[in-house]
C-alpha cells in the first residue's frame, strides 16, 4: 500500500496481474454527490487506444466499495476497486532471469524475493487506473472551490507543441487520442509514436499542467510549499523524471529583470504581466495560473535486443521485450497527471492552505 497526502489522503494497492487495483480515499467530507459519469469520462481517458497504447484492453470501471451510498459520500474512506481481467503473464517469465534496463526488475528482485513480475507487478502503469478513478473524485471536490486542473502533451518524441497554451486549450486535448491541442498536432503525435513502436522503440515527451481559480496566497511554505507537494506527487507517477514550474531550467539563465513577473492590477484584482514563476512563489499563488510540466521518459519495455545480466547464469546476456506496452507513456499520463495534481490541491484545500478572503 501506497500513501500520498495528508487530510484528503489517497492509499494505492494492487499488481498489474493480481485481481484488481485500487485505493481508499479518505477525508472527502459526508454528503458530496460523486458525478459518476465523470469519472467514467476521466477513465476513459487513461485508457489505450490504436497503435499509441498497449494492445491490453481492460473495462477499467471503477467499483465504490464503500464511503458512497447512491453517488453520495458518507464521510468514511472511499474504497474503490477496479477489476484486472486482460492479463497474460507469459511474455514475462524471462525477466525473472534478464532483467528488463530501464524497468524496475533488477532492484525489485533484488529488495523483494518473491516479486511478482507478471506485467510488471506493483510498478505498472496498470495501477495509474485507481489513481486516476481517485483523481476524478478529487477534480470535483475542488471544483466546488472553483478549481480547475487540465492537462496537455506539450511534446512527444520530435514532435513539440511550440505555442502558448492556456487551460482552454488543455481541455479541448481531451478530443484528441494524443492529448494534443490541436489536430494538427494530433496526427504528428501520433505519427512519431507509430513510427517508434513500428521499429520496436518506443519515445517519451512532457505534458503540460495548468491549475485555475486559486487565490493568492492559497499553497504551503517549505517541505509543504505548493510546488514542493505538486512535484512528489508527479515524481510519484512511474516514468516521470522531470518536473519544472513556469520557465523552470530556463530560468537559471535569465537575469532577474527578465524572470520576475510585475504585478499590476486590473481593476480590484492583483495580477502578473507575466508568468515566468508558474504561479507559485513562496510555496503559494501569485495570483497566476499554475503552470508546470512533467517530463516522462520513454517507455522502457522495447522491442529492441538490449543488453543486460542473466541472474541465473551470472553472465552477461540481452533481452528483447515481447510482451504488450505502449510505445509511449505520454498520451496515458496526462490523465494521471491530471489526477495527481487534484488530489494534491484538494489535500492543501482540506488542510487549509489556504481559502483566503482575498479571492
Ligand atoms: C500510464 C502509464 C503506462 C505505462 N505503461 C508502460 C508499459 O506499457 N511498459 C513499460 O515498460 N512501462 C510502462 N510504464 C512505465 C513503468 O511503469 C515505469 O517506467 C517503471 O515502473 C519504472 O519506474 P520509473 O520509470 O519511474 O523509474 C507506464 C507508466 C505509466 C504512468
Not at 65 to 73: N, P, S
Not at 126 to 151: C, D, E, M, P
Not at 209 to 230: K, V, Y
Request: hydrophobic content about 40%; some cysteine.
Amino acid at each position: 500500500m501506497y500513501r500520498f497526502g495528508k487530510k484528503v489522503a489517497f492509499t494505492l494497492f494492487g499488481r498489474s496481474h493480481g485481481p484488481c487495483v485500487g485505493g481508499v480515499l479518505s477525508g472527502i467530507p459526508a454528503g458530496f454527490r460523486i458525478d459518476m459519469d465523470a469519472v467514467e469520462a476521466e477513465m476513459a481517458l487513461r485508457k489505450p487506444t490504436g497503435k499509441i497504447g498497449t494492445p491490453r484492453r481492460e473495462a477499467d470501471s471503477p467499483c465504490f466499495v464503500q464511503g458512497v451510498r447512491d453517488g453520495v459520500t458518507n464521510g468514511n474512506p472511499i474504497l474503490i476497486k477496479i477489476d484486472n481481467g486482460d492479463t497474460d503473464g507469459s511474455k514475462y517469465m524471462k525477466f525473472y532471469d534478464t532483467p528488463r534496463p530501464g524497468h524496475a526488475d533488477l532492484p525489485a528482485l533484488m529488495k523483494f524475493p518473491d516479486h511478482d513480475i507478471r506485467g510488471s507487478g506493483q510498478f505498472s502503469g496498470r495501477l495509474t487506473a485507481a489513481v486516476v478513478a481517485a483523481g476524478a473524485v478529487a477534480k470535483q471536490f475542488i471544483s466546488g472551490y472553483g478549481v480547475g486542473v487540465n492537462a496537455f502533451s506539450r511534446s512527444i518524441g520530435s514532435v513539440e507543441d511550440a505555442s502558448a497554451r492556456g487551460s482552454d486549450d488543455a481541455a479541448a486535448s481531451r478530443g484528441f487520442p494524443t492529448r494534443a491541442c490541436t489536430a494538427d498536432l494530433d496526427e504528428s503525435m501520433r505519427l512519431e509514436i507509430e513510427r517508434a513502436g513500428a521499429e520496436g522503440d518506443s519515445v517519451g515527451g512532457v505534458v503540460e499542467c495548468i491549475i485555475t481559480g486559486l487565490p493568492i496566497g492559497f499553497g504551503g511554505i517549505w517541505f509543504e510549499a505548493l510546488d514542493a507537494e505538486l512535484s512528489l506527487a508527479m515524481f510519484g507517477i512511474p516514468a516521470c523524471k522531470g518536473v519544472e514550474f513556469g520557465d523552470g531550467f530556463a530560468l537559471a539563465g535569465m537575469k532577474g529583470s527578465e524572470s520576475n513577473d510585475a504585478y499590476r492590477f486590473d481593476g480590484n484584482r492583483i495580477v502578473t504581466s507575466t508568468n515566468h514563476m508558474g504561479g507559485i512563489v513562496g510555496g503559494m499563488c501569485d495570483g497566476a495560473p499554475v503552470v508546470f510540466r512533467t517530463a516522462f521518459k520513454p517507455t522502457p519495455s522495447i522491442g529492441k535486443v538490449q543488453h543486460t545480466v542473466n541472474l541465473r547464469t551470472s553472465e552477461d546476456d540481452t533481452v528483447q521485450v515481447t510482451g504488450r506496452h505502449d510505445p509511449c507513456i505520454v498520451p496515458r499520463a496526462v490523465a494521471v497527471v491530471e489526477a495527481m495534481a487534484a488530489l494534491t490541491v484538494a489535500d492543501q484545500i482540506a488542510r487549509g492552505y489556504r481559502w483566503s478572503s482575498a479571492r
